[in-house]
Each structure stands twice: as structure tokens, then as C-alpha cells.
């Protein structure tokens, strides 16, 4: 660094430093000050060096030369991280994806939100002022009694009271003229000719959040443009919801597919109203008491109708100007650069109003320093930077020296970061420690699996045979194996469809599946091969033959993928199959043909997952609930199991708060799956995350999507960490260089010499 | 001249409707329209009425190429082949699967394209040009085989073991370079530095070989010897002569690959993080969005076509024998 500023100040007095071959073949650097020999002015070439000079001591302010910021952000408080896939959707109602709700869920303030310490996980109020409770009524529509029978509630009534004075951020939609009419309506193509960016709109404006905004964006979930991926669920509870979706088609379609503005004002939805300026009310069809984890997502969050009136502008989407690429929201930031090809930047919105940091935590969290910032002012962090890293190498390098804040742990790079203890547990290795850097790890609120389709002749229906074959499968599958081979230990076998944190899963003995395992010296030991083979000759298929035609047993399993990655766990598959004689045939397809097979039914074995929408057994349940069937239904019961008195049990469980009771019919569920074992279990994978030690509140929460605004950063540590481990290495260079100059030399000579002599003859 | 311009292009019609074509029935091959808006759509709680909803929008519920349904003319115009294909021809390339409009990507996407293709292309050729003159110069010396040889063993590598081994070297261990990333106007330079090394280190060795070849054949030629036997300097001969008279083969790999550096590189786009068309074109077809794809393709054929066109036009420039008719 110092070299090159050196060099810098030589260029800037016209002192030349000229490496090459000279007339004498020699290898020399000269240094020659308003000598002219060589130049007395900068030519091209010199602007071209010092040019480079320039750019790439850009950055290197730090006394780094790899930094990828520019200097003047050396200690800027800034987060630091990437984002693998580019978001396709930031409109909250159709935005749906993890990677997306990354930044959705840091702009817009649904009415909830998740405690960011306690667990279980918890909701409280957001933008709201309370915790909505509803009312219920009947058929016609009279309030009822609390504590009323299930059987007489036809509609359940959530009135959500805002607060008032929140403001959304500073956006072009809200500008005023004079006259106090919109700034930015009625744009003409000529209006739009210097527009690029939303950022080109030199004047902005804000207001206040109202209710209506709420209810407008309810609303928006039935767009026909928009496909919002909830809107078939959110029909069936909230009233009238399906036949508002009609009714815009019928305005929509009139106007050839026209995606111009369509001001939903104008359009009452039955089961959605504004009360008053800050409160409005939802009526959904029966009981969904798991409609308030809905109101924790950017799906039910506030947008501003001005917003739509603005982005609907003829000529905006040719600009890529939309609500889908430029949120407009009252949360603690707002995206300012959103180019998802290269980089997207949040900054902090100076228009929030400020939100405490959580007093109260979990067990171990003021311990673990989680507290410290109890009751301050966030958010923490005036700015932060996610940039399109598509490759994993430079995403886990950068993380290395300092450049990015936090990072996943992919299959490559486990062993560098992660040991693991003769007990299986896990912890940094000295390398990691060293630089200060912080695990936190936590199994998430998820299941893969392996499920039977329930509808097939050899491993589905519900006859014994069939349901011991399935039971041998499922010990014969050692998921322990898995988990410690594939995933690096990083991962809990399942018991159930429930994983844990969510209410109805159960530690220790009281939450084994006795057909697959038992509870011996403490500990869950996987019942033994032999059990298995016992099993399978119950089922009639003694050594894997069916005893009446004596043909061998072969199961074919459908699989998205079939690359070589997958080989090795397709091998161990068969592998484990073979354990009790089954011949396992593996189908690998795309992803496309495989759902196309779920959706008809044919498929016999199939690997799924699913992540929670919600911290609720209803959300795991659902997905072996009869109606909910994936064949015929397109529901999410991928098995196609269907069990009477479980889908009574799901239809009583459903609607229960959660307690003794709800537990009791929840065990009831599970051992009947146990039971039948329409799938083999699987397992729920535990979460491996690295920040560095300058990266303050790190816990991680699965459920919430608002989580940047309780970190807090270090940026003068991290400056100082980043120049410590970023210290230029030039020997090599400049050793490349002189062995390839002075392998040049002996050829010069022969050449020289040659021509010499060819001279004298 | 003009003439044989115009007739070329009238060429170019067929070609970009074959290559349209094509690309069309090898997409739909493997994908279908279901799949297309099951991909966009996401994996939960997608409902077969949102994929028809999703379809209808974006024109993929009409027949592919012959609809049965319409009559006359409408048979071929009201498929998705003609309605997808024909507004290409005026360059409108319509929106993404996601909703982007092509077009402003495209134009966006380009100039990190050319920032690493541009200086790959003249400081490679430049480069390569050096050591195949410098290896042909010292012929038959340990130069000479020694160029040979570490041209072989370096044309034998994969592009990718550069990348990574770049990235790993220059920095991971020596930190002279941003490892991947990329940034506007001047501050681009720092993060084009390893990409534009590893793109000219990829091709040295074929392309060393290759105008070496070219050099060696020139330096056989009788005025070559006349040149030495009126007492030249072997240096004289060598880069004024020789390297005069090779341009037009080393003209017939240049000017065809100029007009294709706008389509930026694949991998190297995608490992170094440059925004670029290459990155682009991949990310689509991992997306399985046709309108990209089809857009791409048919750019990539419009520019190797000119391509072309230059190369034959360049012909008479360097060599007045040559004439076009």
C-alpha cells in the first residue's frame, strides 16, 4: 500500500518509473526525473497507469487492497452480507420466499410481529397497539358470548387498532405540488425519458399510516395480476374474499389484460373494513385462530394507494419502476439501491419512529449478553448491504476476511469451521476462534422427509401387510447415518411431523415413535435390523420376495435432482434398502416432472419437507390431513394419508388454544401416524450460523422477519480486524516477474550473439 | 459493396427464424408451460388455478406452434411460437417470467459485460500476439520449446481451475484483489483486475499455439528469405513482414469475436459476481424463463451473424485482392 501511494505521489511529480527491456537487454528499473529521455509529459499510457493506480487504490484507503467497499466506508456502520438468488418478488403480496422477506420484512410493519428473544415463539403487537382478540358470531350475524360452543360460530371478528403517528418513508409517491396534488401522477413518456431509478425522482414525501392501508393491501391479496400465493387459503376464511377476486377479473379482463391502474377503493370487500382512521376489522368465515400468525407476515402489511397510483403509471414497468422492485413501507429501513444483479442497499428510514430493544428474553439470554441493549432506541445499524454472491467459495473467503458480517456454513468448508466432540457436539475450530468468530446454532422449525403415497397398491392403503412393510422401511432407513454422513451432524431425527420449539413436540421418552425406536440407557436407539426383517416377513415378503408369486420386492423412489452430488446418497439409499432385501429403484427427474407426478398420484416414494409458516402444530398436521391431499385435492398432503379419527382429531385440535387438552388430542394424532407410518420420519435440520464477534443480538429466530433491526455492530473493530487480516502480499509477484525476465535473458544473449555473428559472415 | 451488405442480411432472415425455431422446440422439450409457472409461482400453496391465471397473462395457454382451435392464418399467428417469436425481429424482447422488462436488462447488463470482455479481448490479443512472435522469434531454442510445451500444458486446464485458483492465490492468500463483486465507473477496475488476468491466462495457451503456428508458416515463405538474404534483421523480418502478412487468419478469429464480447462469459461472470449478460443467460435458463432465453439466443445469432459480415468486409482491408461480390 505504501509502495503504491509512493508511486502515486512519483506519477503526480512526473517522475516516471519505466520497467522493461532497455536497448541493452537488461533487466533494470530507472527512475528519471525531468530527464525527457523517456517522456517529458504524460502520455495516454501514464493516464492509463495512473487511472489504475487511482481505481484500485480506490478501497484501499484501509491499508487493504482486496477490500470490495469503497474506502469511505471503512468504518461506516454498515452490515455486510450476500444473497445467493435474486429476489423475483418484493411486493408483500406476492412475496413469499425466504430470500425475499429478507428485505420485505424489514420495510413493511404487518399489525404483529415474533418476540425476537422468547421462546416459545410469541407474538406481540407491531404496528398494532394490542394483541387483536376476536368475537365471535352466528350464522346471522349476532355477537356471541365468550365461551360459547364451537358448533355456533359462523364468523370470528378481528377488530386491530393501529398506532397512530407511524410514517412511512420518504417516497415520490407522496410528493406534493403546491397545490398539494400528487407530484408524480399522470407522467407522460417525455416526463419519464431521464427516469431510470426510483432514485431520479428528485422530490419526495411522506405521510402518516392509516388503516386504510391495511385494508387496501387485504385487498390486493385477490389482484388477479398478482397471483398472491395465499390468496386460495386466505379465501377460504376471510369473507367474501374469493368472490372479490371475481368481481376484479370482471373489471380487469374488460380492458385486454391491461395492467394499468385499478384503485381498489372504489371495490368494498365484504369481510374487510376501515373502522376509523386507525382501525380496521377482518371477518373470517368459523374459527382460524392461527389467523394472527398471518398478521406477522409482509402479506398483511400496509400499502399506501398512492403507492399503486404511482408504480400503475404507463411507461413505469418498461423501467422496471414497480411495487415489486421498490417496496414503499413504515418499517425501520427502506431499500434505497435495488439492482438484485449486482447489489441491493438498505438505509435506516429517518422517518421511524424508534422501536425498544426487548427487556425480557429467554432462559441464558442476559448470560449470553442478549440483554445488554434492553430498552435502546433501534434500530441499531444505519445502513446495510447485501450483494449477489453466486458461488459459494467467494461468499465463505470474503466472510473469512471480514468482508461480509455473517455466513452460512456450506458441506465444503464445514471442516475448516466446524469440530465436533467425541459426543457429537459441535464447536469452532481453534482457526474460527482465533478470530473471534461466533456460532449460533438451533434446529429450525422444520421436517424432511420420506413419505409412502398412500394411494399406492404395494407400500400405501391401510391393510397390516402393507402398513409392516412400511414400519420396516422406517427402520430400516437409518437416519442417524444420514445426519452424520450428509449433513455433518446437523440435523435431529424425527419422530413425528412436529419439530421442536412448536407446541405438541416432546422430549426424551415421551416423544418416541415406538415403532421405529426405543428408550434404552437415556438415550433413543433405532430399533434393530432384525426387528425389520421380522416385520417384512409378516408383511408376506420374506427375504424381500413376495411370498405368493416368489417375485422380488422393488420400490421405486422419485426424486427431483439425479446429478452426480446425488449419487453418493442415492447409493446409500439402496443401501439401506437392501438391508432388508428391497430393491430400491431410484427415478431422479427434474423438479418440474416431479411435482407434476405428486399432483397425479403416482409416485411411489418421495423425499419432501416443509417449513413452517407459522410456530403451530396445526401447520405441521395439515400436511397429513385427508382433505388436504396432494392427488386430486393439490392440498399439501403429499402422502395422500387419510385417517378418520385423525382428521376428526385435526378438526377439533385446529381451533384449541393451546394447553393439556389440545396436547392430549395432538399425542393422540401422532401415535396414530406413528402407527400407520404413512411417512419415514426424517428428520429436522439444525441451523449452523457464523458472525463474527464485532456482530452484537445474534439469536436466531425462525419464525420472525424483522430480525436486522436488533443487530448491533462494531465497525471500528471490524475496520481494524479487516486491515489486520488483509495485509497485501507482493514478494510472489515481484518474484514471478524477475524469473520470468531473467529467463528471457540467456535467450537475448543467444539471439544477440547469433545476430552477431551472422553480421561478421 | 452496399448491395452484397443487403443480400447478407436477407441471408440472415431465414437463419434467425431457423435458430428461433429451434430454440423454441428444444425449450419446450423439456419444459412446459405448467412447469414454467409452477417455477415462477414458487412451491407453496400454488393452485392449478393460478398456474392457468399465470399462463393466460403471459400468452403460454395458445397452442405451441398450430392451433387447432383458430382458422386461416390464425392457425400459426395465434400460437405461442409466432406471438413469442415475431416482435423479436424489431428487437422488442418483452418482459421476464419475474416482470422485468429484457430490454432495460439487457442494456443494463451489457456494460459490465464489455468491461471484462473488452480489455480480455485487446490485452489478450496483444499478449498472445507477443509470445507467439517472441516464441516464433526464438525458434528452435529452449524458448521455443519451453513456449510450446507450457502452452500445451496450459490449453489443457480447465477455465474454472483458473477461476478458482486466482481467486485462491491472488485473493485469498496474496489480498491484491477484491475476490469477487463489482461497482460502477472507476471502482470497477479493482474487481476486473483477477477476472481479465484469469480470462487472458485461460486462453494463452491455444491462442499462443495458435498464431505461433500461423508465424511459423508465414516465416517459411520466399519473401521471407529474400527479406534475410538482403541482410535484414531477424527483428525487422519478424515484426514488420511476417506479422503484416498474418493478420488476415488472425483477422478470421478476431473480428468474428468482436461482436459476440457484448454476450459477456458465462462462468466468469457468474464466479467473479459481474452483472453481466453472461450471468444473465445463465441464471435464466436455471429459472426456466423462456423470455430470456429465447432473447438471448436470438441476440447472440443477430451479433455472430454480423460477426461475420465483418470478418468478410475486414478481408478487403487488409488484403486489396480480395473482393466481395
Known sequence: MTALLQILQVLNDRNWVTLGLMRKQELWVTRQRDSGEICNKPGIFSYSLLLLMVALLDGCGDGTWNSPYPANEKTSNTYYSAFEIRPKHLDPAQSYSSNEVVFTGQIYEPPLQYHYLKRPYTLEPLAATQMPVPYFEDRDGRRLPTGVSREKIAFSVYDIHIKPGIRYQPHPAFAKKSDGSPRYLGLTAEDLEDINTLADFTETGSRELLAEDYVYQIKRLAHPHLHSPIFGLMAEYIVGLRAYSKQLRSVVEPQGGQQGFLDLRKYPLAGVEVLDRYTYRVKLIGEYPQFVYWLAMPFFGPIPVEADAFYSQPGMKKKNITLDWYPVGTGPYMLTVNNPNRQMVMERNPNFRGEPYPSEGDVGDRENGLLADAGRTMPFIDRMVFSLEKETIPTWNKFLQGYYDASGIGSDSFDQAIQLSGQGEAALTDTMRERGIKLVTSVAASTYYMGFNMRDLVVGGDSERARKLRRAISIAVDYEEYISIFLNDRGVPAQGPIPPGIFGYQRGEAGVNPYVYQWKNDELQRRPISEAKQLMVEAGYPSGRDAKSGKPLIVHLDTPGGGPDDKARFDWLRKQFAKIDIQLDVRATDYNRFQEKMIKGTAQLFQWGWNADYPDPENFLFLLYGPNAKAGKNGENAANYQNSEFDRLFGEMKSMPNGPERLAIIQRMLEITQRDAPWIWGLHPKRFSLFHGWVHNVKQNDMANNTLKYKRIDPLQRAKRRVEWNQPVLWPVVLTLVIFFAAMIPAISTYRRKQRAKGTT | ?325
Open chain 2, 1 to 325: 459493396m452496399l448491395a452484397y451488405i443487403v443480400r447478407r442480411i436477407l441471408y440472415a432472415l431465414p437463419i434467425l427464424i431457423g435458430v428461433n425455431l429451434l430454440t423454441f422446440w428444444l425449450f419446450f422439450i423439456v419444459n412446459s408451460p405448467d412447469e414454467m409457472a409452477r417455477m415462477q409461482l414458487g412451491q407453496k400453496r400454488v393452485t392449478p388455478e393460478a398456474i392457468e391465471k399465470w399462463k393466460q397473462e403471459r400468452g403460454y395457454d395458445k397452442a405451441l406452434f398450430y392451433n387447432t382451435q383458430a382458422e386461416g392464418g390464425a392457425a400459426f399467428t395465434n400460437t405461442i411460437f409466432f406471438e413469442k417469436s415475431v416482435r423479436l425481429f424489431v428487437f422488442d424482447f418483452g418482459s421476464a417470467d419475474d416482470g422485468r422488462d429484457i430490454g432495460y436488462d439487457i442494456r443494463q447488463r451489457m456494460m459490465p459485460s464489455l468491461a471484462l470482455a473488452i480489455p480480455v479481448f485487446t490485452v489478450g490479443l496483444l499478449v498472445y500476439i507477443t509470445f507467439a512472435l517472441i516464441i516464433a522469434f526464438f525458434r528452435a531454442t529452449y524458448v521455443d520449446y519451453l513456449g510450446v510445451v507450457l502452452a500445451v500444458a496450459l490449453m489443457s486446464i480447465s477455465t474454472l481451475f483458473y477461476i478458482i485458483g486466482g481467486q485462491f492465490v491472488v485473493s485469498k492468500l496474496l489480498h491484491l484483489v477484491p475476490i469477487s463483486g463489482y461497482d460502477g465507473g472507476l471502482a470497477a477496475i479493482k474487481f476486473l483486475v483477477l477476472p481479465v488476468l484469469v480470462g487472458i491466462i485461460g486462453g494463452v495457451g491455444a491462442s499462443t499455439r495458435f498464431y505461433r503456428t500461423i508465424f511459423l508458416e508465414e516465416m517459411s515463405k520466399d519473401y521471407v528469405r529474400t527479406a534475410r538474404a538482403k541482410g535484414m534483421a531477424e527483428r525487422v523480418v519478424l515484426f514488420k513482414h511476417v506479422l503484416k502478412n498474418a493478420m488476415i487468419p488472425i483477422l478470421t478469429g478476431v473480428v468474428i469475436a468482436i461482436p459476440l464480447l457484448f454476450m459477456g462469459s458465462l462462468i466468469t461472470e457468474s464466479f467473479f459476481g459481474i452483472p453481466g449478460l453472461g450471468s444473465y443467460t445463465i441464471d435464466a435458463i436455471r429459472a426456466q424463463d423462456f423470455g430470456i432465453v429465447r432473447s438471448m439466443v436470438f441476440l447472440g445469432s443477430v451479433l455472430y451473424i454480423l460477426g461475420l459480415l465483418l470478418t468478410d468486409l475486414s478481408y478487403t482491408l487488409v488484403d486489396p485482392r480480395v473482393r466481395l461480390s
